[in-house]
């Protein structure tokens, strides 16, 4: 129905005004899609380019009904069906290296399944693995070359291994500009395919390519991205396919690389419940592995199934201790050993984890020694930070400081100056700033020895304002006393000693637990 009587522009003057309804139904004629497709030659095309842009691959009203669905989803910008690939460790850093991109599963995104089913019917004889990307600002893919190994169920066969054989990329974003970056860079010929709406790219696998990152003000990337698989080992998983294993590659390659890890629907699905946070230090943890001690990728996929199945992974601050220590203890890798290597080497692949490889380092030389844990109060005198630790990441921890602010601190400051552990010392100061009207001075004087007595500490004056003096009182607690109850306790004696000398006392203006060496 739309793939006759085109004018210049791809349409119709019947599909100009096509409800979505026919546009949908159009794309889920297997028939009308492939007699649409054969015209283009792609296979013959393919064989003998490798790599092809095709640009107006669908019909243009077919396109705009079916990816208008899918605009609509992705604008409403809340989580929903979408998975973010970005590595939130590091998003928020200046430089951060790995902001990736979100994705859906085809099915999930209305018009998304419609789309991705007629891109798959280009080779029907091929397993196809397609999805929905959205990039949005500072999302990207490094360069990477696509090759996986992925095993598939086949019925009475059992699992096969398959290769992907080709990839596709269908881009959905109407309007595209070449200014807003999401660039698609072919490495073998240097050419840059703007993803243009509607346009077709279809390669051959392995090539190495990458995406440059979607600039401030774009509107989301949309594509259908994903391979055709095809039984057997096209190629071997060389050691640069072992960057598919890193945090800031692709996700369809860091997909490919999980499914091809451990082919159990298990595995896929915890993995993404679990959290980027534990998905990336796995898949650290298991490079390192590979690397330091040659073991088999089998073997490390075993390790790395089981630790993840594990359901103490699901708690995100200790899982990556956990799978630490499951993954060496089985391997039985000395830690010395991967953080020399991790610290010395400047292959590739170490320095893709670019600024944060001594963080990286850091972060699994104290978890090693857990000089501190997550709920202790730390003190980092050389950053002026002091408060709870939050979470302790595999190159990141975040303080929560004393006015409640979330601190991350890179994992390589915690280890490079001293950092006191305010929980395991035994007493600790608290101190108190508070405001006090006296009605002369000799009831001030009073009031300030009363209150030292009470308080069974130091009041003194700090300021001397129009407003009124200004008291700093200070205590020392057990360690263990939770600083609300310490402050009330701190303010009701104060409060008491003011009313027996009628000075007025105002509510406290800053109250903090310290560590008594700073005083
Ligand atoms: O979106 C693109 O242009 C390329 C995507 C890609 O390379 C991938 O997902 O592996
Ligand atoms: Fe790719």
Not at 60 to 85: I, Q
Not at 254 to 273: Q, V
Not at 315 to 338: C, E, G, K
Request: charged share 20%; net charge negative.
């Amino acid at each position: 129905m739309f793939a006759d009587n085109k004018d210049n522009s791809g349409v119709s003057s019947r599909t100009r005004a096509a409800p979505l309804r026919l546009a949908l139904q159009w794309l889920e004629s297997q028939s009308a899609v492939e007699s649409h497709i054969a015209p283009l030659l792609l296979q013959a095309r393919l064989t003998k380019e490798k790599l092809i842009v095709v640009d107006d691959f669908l019909p243009f009203e077919v396109a705009s009904r079916a990816s208008s669905l899918v605009l609509e989803d992705a604008a409403r910008n809340e989580k929903g069906d979408w998975s973010s690939m970005s590595y939130e460790e590091v998003a928020h850093e200046a430089d951060a290296i790995a902001h990736d991109f979100d994705y859906a599963e085809a099915e999930d995104i209305s018009g998304g399944e419609h789309l991705s089913d007629a891109v798959s019917w280009i080779f029907p004889d091929l397993i196809p693995v397609f999805s929905i990307a959205r990039y949005t600002e500072g999302h990207h893919i490094d360069a990477h070359d696509d090759k996986a190994h992925v095993p598939i169920e086949m019925k009475g066969k059992g699992e096969v291994l398959h290769s992907r054989k080709y990839a596709a990329i269908y881009y959905l974003t109407p309007t595209w500009k070449a200014s807003y970056g999401g660039v698609l860079v072919d490495e073998v010929t240097g050419t840059h395919i703007v993803p243009k709406f509607n346009r077709l790219v279809l390669f051959e696998v392995p090539r190495l390519h990458r995406v440059t990152a979607v600039r401030p003000n774009a509107p989301p990337r949309l594509s259908v991205f994903g391979w055709w698989l095809t039984p057997g080992k096209l190629y071997e998983l060389d050691l640069s396919g072992l960057t598919h294993f890193l945090p800031n590659e692709g996700r369809g390659t860091l997909r490919g690389a999980l499914f091809g890890w451990t082919h159990t629907d298990k595995f896929a699905d915890i993995i993404d419940k679990a959290g980027l946070v534990n998905k990336c230090s796995v898949l650290c943890l298991a490079w390192a592995a590979l690397n330091v001690t040659k073991a088999s990728i089998r073997e490390v996929r075993a390790v790395v199934a089981e630790s993840i199945v594990d359901s103490r992974f699901r708690s995100q601050t200790l899982s990556t201790l956990l799978l630490l220590d499951r993954v060496l203890t089985t391997l039985s890798v000395a830690l010395p050993l991967i953080v020399a290597y991790l610290s010395h080497s400047n292959g590739p692949r170490v320095t893709s984890i670019g600024g944060c490889r001594e963080s990286f380092v850091a972060g699994v030389s104290l978890l090693w020694r857990q000089p501190f844990a997550v709920g202790d109060a730390i003190e980092i005198p050389s950053l002026n930070v002091f408060g709870k630790l939050l979470q302790f990441g595999i190159f990141n921890s975040v303080i929560e400081d004393l006015d409640g602010r979330p601190v991350t601190v890179p994992n390589a400051a915690l280890a490079a100056g001293a950092v006191v552990n305010r929980s395991r010392a035994r007493l600790r100061l608290c101190r108190l700033d508070i405001l006090v009207m006296p009605p002369s001075s000799s009831q001030l004087n009073s009031f300030l020895e009363d209150a030292r007595r009470n308080v069974g500490g130091s009041v003194n004056i700090s300021s001397i304002t129009c407003d009124g003096v200004g008291i700093t009182a200070k205590v020392m607690v057990k360690n263990d006393a939770t600083f609300d109850a310490t402050k009330g306790d701190l303010y009701a004696k104060l409060l008491e000693s003011a009313e027996k000398h009628e000075v007025e006392l105002s509510f406290e203006k800053r109250v903090v637990f310290q560590p008594p060496a700073s005083e």
